[in-house]
């Protein structure tokens, strides 16, 4: 139904304005679109209610809103919905507006304002209506007018989430799984699924961004939470158990009682760290510059696409596996060469260096690392390491990144194998 007045309320009642079942109205007034002077009762309806110089939807008793949409707007300065009662007796000054499940999609809310004299009738009189989530009252100014009232509203009826379905089941250890569920009812009215490790047992899980890590076989229950997913002011929660199998090792130089087994299986299903050959990793080789840093850009998702061209650096060839990789790192800061013009690709980063490129990537993406995951103690070598590496050499081992050797040394020129370099890039996956 569509109804216009463009002198007075397009929809009035002198007692109860009741609405219900299903109807459709469309009402713009020049006062109040709907007034219901004891009440109004809307049930299950489609409801747009507009004024053009008033209240958009008024009552003089209370507003009942259950199931449907309902669309307000009031004209400038007045308010989209709003109930006004006079005082009487002791009666309180409480809420007018009863919305059940129903919510106001832009987070409005309602409010009640204390009691003020009306100076023109006499009379003392409170209103209902929404204000911004951010407002603490609803503000009546010296005239009795509202000031901070909404003057647009939208509501819609919550539909709590039942159930996720088609959560994760089964990953193999180290192999990134990106976990995601089907809400339902599908037209829930929240529907983003956060998820957090509730036990990780063996597995020694983490969720990063909602991709679950992890390094050793067994079962991890993961929890998947909707904020206010079951109600308006309480959240949804569901568990789910999902085995994590073992690795498929194909290399024959890394075995399931080296200490770095799980880290290089974690590197691998990764897709951050490749073998040298289809069944060999060279876990004590060298961890090479030009290897690091396709590391990094592999880490960061980086598009290298834009980056095949010519090189800075006159020892980066176009063309070679790693060209793209250093490009990139360049690009963005992470790298500068160990001169203005030579990057030296192949030669075994040593550990100050991984220091420094993994601080600075770290910097560059805006990943903040932890402060308080070292040892507490100084490498008895400090003194060993370049000046231009000693900030970066702290940060990661307080960050827990790089860790000293028994005897309390760094040993920053050390060249890296693989297996420390994986450990590390394992580490900082656990911790971003």
Do not use: C
């Not at 009642?13 to 469309?26: C, P, Q």
């Not at 010296?142 to 989430?161: H, K, W, Y």
């Not at 550990?351 to 995951?373: N, S, V, W």
């Amino acid at each position: 139904m569509k109804a216009i007045s463009t002198s007075s309320n397009a929809i009035f009642s002198n007692a109860t304005l009741s609405i219900k079942n299903g109807a459709e109205i469309d009402a713009t007034g020049y006062y109040s679109a709907l007034y219901g002077k004891s009440a109004i009762s809307i049930e299950n309806s489609e409801i747009e209610a507009v004024s053009t110089n008033d209240i958009g939807i008024f009552s003089r008793g209370l507003i009942s809103i259950a199931g449907g949409t309902v669309h307000a707007k009031g004209s400038t300065n007045f308010a989209a919905i709003a109930a006004r009662v006079v005082k009487s007796g002791e009666e309180a000054a409480t809420s007018k507006i009863s919305l059940g499940v129903m919510i106001e999609k832009n987070n409005g809310k309602t409010a009640v304002s204390d009691w003020f004299l009306h100076s023109v009738s006499g009379e003392t009189r409170s209103w209902t209506s929404f204000i911004a989530a951010g407002d603490s009252a609803l503000n009546v100014d010296d005239n009795g007018r509202m000031t901070n009232a909404l003057n647009e509203v939208s509501l819609t009826a919550f539909i709590p989430v039942t159930e996720i379905s088609g959560g994760p089941v089964t990953v193999a250890a180290g192999t990134n799984l990106t976990l995601t569920g089907n809400v339902e009812p599908t037209n829930a009215t929240n529907q983003t699924i956060l998820w957090n490790v509730k036990d990780a047992g063996t597995t020694g899980a983490v969720i990063n961004d909602n991709v679950l890590v992890t390094t050793a076989a067994g079962t991890v229950t993961v929890t998947a939470k909707i904020v206010n997913g079951a109600s308006p002011t309480s959240d949804y929660t569901q568990n789910f158990n999902i085995t994590v199998t073992e690795w498929e090792n194909p290399f024959n130089d890394v075995k399931k009682d080296d200490w770095f087994y799980d880290n290089i299986a974690n590197m691998v299903n990764r897709g951050l760290f490749k073998g040298v050959s289809g069944d060999r990793f060279d876990p004590n080789e060298k961890m090479s510059r030009a290897m690091f840093v396709t590391v990094l850009a592999r880490l960061d998702g980086a598009d290298l696409s834009s980056y095949q061209g010519a090189s800075h650096f006159a020892d980066v060839k176009q063309g070679t596996w790693y060209a793209p990789a250093v490009n990139w790192a360049y690009d963005k800061g992470v790298v500068s060469g160990i001169s203005d013009q030579e990057f030296s690709p192949n030669l075994g980063i040593s550990r100050q260096e991984m220091a420094k490129m993994i601080m600075i990537y770290a910097d560059y993406a805006g990943i903040t690392l932890p402060t308080d995951q070292g040892s507490g103690k100084a490498f008895i070598d400090l003194d060993k390491v370049a000046p231009w590496a000693k900030t970066y050499v702290e940060a990661a081992e307080k960050a827990g990144l790089l860790r000293g050797y028994n005897d309390g040394s760094f040993r920053p020129q050390n060249t890296s194998t693989r297996a420390e370099a994986a450990t590390v890039f394992t580490r900082f996956e656990a911790l971003k």
